[in-house]
């Protein structure tokens, strides 16, 4: 008791610390609430200035990319550089990255706002280079793609449409023919060999002064991604396909063996179909062309998408849909302007390939802004990432293959039962066929950007050989790598159909839960359903590019991107994670 007098004088000191430090305590929150709000107000005024100055650059040069594809004339290329310069020297405007910079820096609240500065950030971060250079890289870019555009294989005196390319080497049993038309399918990569290595060495240079390994790291980057988290989910997929793809290649020779009367020894890569190898050979007695032989594919396009409450009449009426001469021989979907101009070039022949092509591309179109809402800010209305368009498309592209889809749109076929399993075998050879592809593309463009100086022609083969089985012909030192467009114009982006893969199986397995009520998603398919397009709008497209692609992933199946749908679609068994 003798010291109960001097408790307050003693307890005073640290009853005002307490108080002091709640007053600091709110008073800090506060500060940090009136920047943070200061701070999204900037980011709103830059998101708004981005829209209205970038907006009509990014569509003039869509535009120009369409028209130069659509016609291959010289004044359409230059008109697509000139429009890609204007858009690159906006987006390399070091005083409005500054800016961007400073904002991406301090704390937004609204996670929206916060989004689109974090995806500005990455489309600015990449033009901050001399503008000379973007200006360099873009013209040999599109140099090269004109050089794509206009080549046809020529055989003797006669020039071969890509189509027909195909065509001789999925039909023809002449194997000195098949070689001379593989070959001619290869020299474009001559044709292009030199200026593509400068091209390298220019987004290297690009690359480095922004701080990056080589272009490769950066692109990925640039996309959200990382080598290292690529690498490990396409090493995770190696062990899941490697005994399985095996297996079927084994099958496969055997039989095409049988078919061109050669041992199995024998077997060059002009054997297989496909110039590259990336797709199964129509090896089985059942013939998946002939229902297309005099089927109406843009109609059964037109019924599908309608079906299931996705039309895509707006699209077929605004596209380039059929060969012509200077007009690039590929396919693809263009969204022009994010408000509905959404188009799709292509090449149509009366085939089972040309049926998948359109299924996949209008499955681009219908993931656009036709169908990710007008509300949706401008930076934000378009796919979540390549791989999430890429897998949607593939998703929707499986039909072409299923006797009993094309029975239920209408379509002839002898015996649909008999065409659904030879599909279904197709269907398993192609995953597997595909995904050894992919692990060539990924990893010869990684060792291309790290090395350019190194034999590209011996890294191609060796990794030819070692993922997808095939022997390269003997004494051939050709730049066989440079005859793959996808290495010029989409450059560091075919993991991403590989990844696509994955996700359209995971999607594809959660529809097949969650709207058909089914546990057999290999079997599944849909027709006349609206459902289906209607957890297609709430699962994926609504929410535009306000999701990461994994975050997205999860939303529409409940998992983040694995494996484990994929390897249920041929049998096999998905690695831990």
Request: with cysteine.
């Amino acid at each position: 008791m003798a010291t109960y007098p001097d408790a307050p004088s003693r307890r005073w000191p640290v009853l005002l610390s307490i108080v002091m430090a709640l007053v600091e305590g709110t008073a800090m929150p506060i500060a940090a609430r009136a920047n943070e709000a200061e701070n999204d107000k900037r980011a709103a005024t830059f998101i708004a200035e981005h829209e209205a100055q970038l907006r009509p650059l990014e569509i003039a040069a869509n535009q120009a990319w369409w028209n130069a594809n659509t016609t291959g004339k010289d004044e359409d290329f230059a008109a697509k550089v000139e429009a890609q310069n204007k858009l690159d020297q906006a987006l390399a405007d070091s005083r409005r990255f500054a800016e961007l910079k400073s904002i991406k820096a301090s704390p937004i609240a609204d996670p929206l706002v916060k989004r689109q500065i974090d995806i500005l950030y990455l489309i600015y971060l990449e033009k901050q280079v001399d503008p000379a250079l973007l200006k360099r890289i873009t013209a040999k870019a599109n140099e090269i793609e004109k050089a794509f555009n206009v080549y046809r294989a020529k055989v003797g005196d006669k020039q071969l449409a890509d189509s027909e390319v195909r065509k001789i080497l999925k039909e023809s049993k002449d194997s000195a023919e098949r070689k001379s038309v593989w070959e001619a399918s290869k020299e474009v990569g001559r044709a292009v060999e030199a200026d593509l290595q400068q091209l390298v060495l220019l987004r290297n240079e690009a690359a480095r002064k922004l701080g990056f390994a080589d272009y490769h790291a950066m692109q990925l980057e640039l996309n959200e991604q990382s080598q290292a988290e690529v690498l490990k989910l396409f090493d995770a997929l190696d062990d899941l396909t490697r005994r399985p793809f095996a297996d079927a290649k084994r099958e496969i020779d055997a039989k095409l063996s049988l078919n061109y009367g050669i041992d199995v020894d024998e077997l060059r890569p002009w054997h297989y179909h496909d110039p590259f190898f990336q797709e199964s050979p129509a090896i089985f007695t059942v013939n998946l062309d002939s229902p297309f032989a005099s089927a109406d594919i843009l109609g059964l396009c037109r019924t599908f998408y309608a079906g299931i409450g996705l039309s895509i009449d707006d699209v077929i009426a605004r596209s380039d849909l059929y060969e012509k001469p200077g007009k690039s021989p590929h396919a693809f979907c263009t969204d022009i302007d994010r408000q509905g101009d959404v188009r799709v070039l292509a090449n149509i022949v009366s085939n089972e390939y040309w049926m998948g092509t359109m299924l996949h591309e209008l499955g681009h179109s219908v993931y656009s802004s036709k169908n990710i809402p007008p509300s949706m800010p401008y930076v934000l209305r378009t796919d979540a990432h390549i791989l999430c368009t890429e897998g949607v498309a593939m998703m929707f592209e499986r039909f072409s293959k299923n006797g009993a889809w094309l029975v239920k749109m209408g379509v002839a076929v002898p015996d649909p039962a008999a065409y659904t399993e030879t599909g279904m075998k197709m269907r398993r050879n192609q995953l597997l066929i595909f995904s050894r592809w992919c692990q060539v593309m990924l990893r010869f463009e990684k060792a291309m950007y790290a090395d350019p100086g190194q034999d590209l022609n011996k890294l191609w083969w060796d990794l030819v050989e070692k993922y997808q089985l095939l022997k390269r012909p003997e004494g051939r030192n050709a730049p066989d790598y440079a005859s793959k467009i996808h290495v010029v114009s989409a450059p560091a982006y075919y993991h991403n159909y590989m990844m696509g893969q994955l996700f359209a199986c995971q999607v594809h397995q959660a529809i097949a839960r969650e709207v058909l009520k089914t546990d057999n998603p290999a079997r599944a398919f849909y027709t006349d359903n609206k459902q289906v397009g209607e957890f297609m709008r709430s699962k994926v497209f609504a929410l535009g590019r306000s999701l990461s692609w994994n975050a997205l992933t999860k939303h529409a199946t409940g998992e983040e991107l694995n494996p484990k749908a994929f390897a249920a679609e041929f049998g096999g068994t998905s690695p831990g994670r």
